[in-house]
């Protein structure tokens, strides 16, 4: 059994409800012990970086003050905490003046931060050390024949905190390859959604999913997966919001990876969370449920 | 030596971490080729960093540019002098934020605004309450047209209604406000 600190992410309470819960639901089959970091916070996310760099450091610091005492990886299942939560972490290491600040700060809640905290992407534990070899002997429904368009969205591979390659990142394409499934090679694979500016900037956002959407099914993709709550919300939520403005008719299902390695696994429509899917996958996957 | 505006100016910026690569560009343009959003730009993103360079403070912090960027990071793995116009982008944004530069053209610091006040009052982002906010102080008429894909979020399950309570919200408080102190002394 392999143990991590797990930090969901505000989303895991809301719009990304189906990547907790399909990331927890994998864990048992592959011998991890997601333990939720207690009482986490915010990780500091992107909009409050931008309006406020050094105090969204404080409020990681938080998260990584209290993932310190437990002794383990910190394991994240969502790309933007974990940029965040990586992103402060490397300026607290790297800056002293604002760590001794923060660790002022954190003191009146009597938490302190070394630094020595790991900060990982979930993808990236699945990759690295469960290893897309192992997941292979955990699959009981393979899911041969269908065609499955990996997008990694940026913060996935961008900047380099991670492990993939931030021009060419493979290692959803490695997981989707491991499920039987066939990983549909197509160029956008890792270029933006439209992130949170879908709400205050739609049309560009349209647009670039507009993009995304028409990439992955002129390649021949069935369905999507992606590990990242905002890029799955905004291709599954809005889709009928591209529709309507481009006069389109995609009817694309976006899964998590987490759900569609669950589905491999031979776990339940309930377990993995499908129903929190807006375009149903359940056609798509029928013969694999 | 007297400082120069310019002077001034770049090292505002580069007293933030992540902004100190600042001096560092050569203005070869390849941020402003990979970004998705260039076009809305009123300044391109090279064009920016250009600007902070001159030293044309004002300029940059009321204009709506750096809040078109997606933090997409393409500009930032393809600078060659690694400059990390990602983070100067969000820098910017802060200064305007800071120095209450009110920015008409787009609703992006509307929209940031909303999120940091849901992290603020919850201890994490409640995202209806955070779109509720936001709407009501941008336009609530706009809200209209986006109830179909809410009620879509909310039939799926995934727009609750309340937020959740979270313990350490008072803890997440008193830290910021100290932060706020100590930074500021």
Redesign the interface.
């Known amino acids: 059994m392999k143990y991590y600190a797990y930090f969901p992410g505000?989303?895991s309470?809301?719009?990304?409800?189906?990547l907790d819960i399909s990331a927890q639901a994998i864990a048992k089959p592959l011998d991890m012990e997601l333990i939720e970091l207690e009482?986490?916070?915010?990780c500091g996310?992107?909009?409050?970086?931008?309006?406020?760099?050094?105090?969204s450091?404080?409020?990681a610091?938080?998260n990584l003050a209290l993932a310190e005492k437990t002794g383990l990886d910190l394991v994240t299942p969502c790309s933007s905490c974990f940029v965040t939560l990586s992103?402060a972490n490397l300026?607290l290491k790297?800056?002293r003046e604002?760590m001794s600040?923060?660790n002022?700060?954190?003191?009146?809640?009597n938490?302190e931060y070394h630094g020595d905290v790991r900060v990982r992407l979930l993808v990236e534990v699945l990759m690295n050390e469960i290893t897309p070899k192992v997941i292979a002997t955990k699959v009981k429904r393979p899911l041969n024949g269908l065609k499955v368009a990996p997008y990694y969205g940026?913060?996935e591979a961008?900047?380099?905190y991670g492990f993939d390659d931030?021009?060419f990142p493979l290692a959803l394409d490695r997981l989707v390859d491991s499920l039987g499934a066939e990983a549909v090679p197509y160029p956008l694979k890792n270029?933006?959604c439209?992130?949170?500016?879908v709400?205050?900037?739609e049309d560009?956002a349209l647009d670039?999913m507009r993009k995304l959407l028409a990439n992955a099914v002129n390649n021949g993709a069935q369905c999507i997966t992606t590990p990242c709550p905002l890029c799955q919300?905004n291709l599954d939520?809005?889709q009928?919001?591209v529709n309507s403005k481009f006069k389109t008719n995609y009817n694309l299902p976006v899964l998590f990876i987490t759900q569609l390695i669950g589905v491999a696994f031979g776990l339940n429509s309930k377990d993995l969370g499908l129903?929190?899917?807006?375009v149903p996958p359940q056609k798509v996957l029928a013969q694999y449920l | 030596m007297e400082k120069t505006r310019a002077n001034t100016f770049v090292e505002e910026v580069s007293a933030?971490?992540?902004g100190e690569g600042i001096r560092l560009c050569i203005q070869c343009g390849t941020c402003t080729a990979s970004c998705?959003?260039a076009t809305?730009w009123e300044y391109t993103p090279s064009g920016v960093i250009a600007m902070i360079r001159a030293g044309m403070r004002d300029e940059i912090l009321s204009s709506s540019s750096m809040w078109?960027c997606?933090?997409?990071?393409?500009c930032?793995?393809r600078c060659p002098r690694n400059v990390?116009p990602?983070e100067l982008f969000?820098?910017l944004?802060?200064l305007a934020?800071?120095y209450g530069f009110k920015i008409k053209e787009?609703?992006?610091?509307?929209?940031?605004?909303s999120?940091?006040s849901s992290?603020k009052g919850n201890?994490?982002?409640?995202?209806?309450g955070m779109?509720f906010r936001?709407y009501l102080t941008t336009n609530p008429l706009a809200a209209l047209k986006m109830l179909?894909?809410g009620l879509?979020?909310f039939s799926?399950?995934?727009?609750?209604l309340l937020p959740?309570k979270?313990?350490?919200?008072d803890?997440?408080s008193?830290?910021?406000?100290?932060?706020?102190e100590?930074?500021g002394g």
């Open positions: 505000c989303s309470e809301a719009t990304a409800a189906g009482d986490w916070t915010c996310s992107t909009p409050y970086g931008s309006l406020d760099e050094l105090e450091i404080a409020v610091a938080r992103k300026h790297e800056h604002l600040q923060v002022e700060a954190l003191a009146v809640a938490l940026c913060q961008r900047p380099n931030p021009e270029h933006c439209g992130g949170s500016l709400i205050s900037e560009l670039l919300t939520a809005y009928s919001r129903k929190t899917n807006i | 933030v971490p992540g998705p959003s809305r078109h997606l933090s997409c990071y393409f930032t793995v990390k990602t969000h820098i944004e802060g934020s800071q787009t609703r992006t610091p509307a929209m940031y605004r999120f940091v992290i201890g994490r982002v409640h995202e209806f779109m936001y179909p894909v879509q979020l799926h399950r995934r727009m609750p959740r979270v313990k350490g919200k803890d997440l008193k830290i910021i406000q100290k932060f706020r100590v930074r």
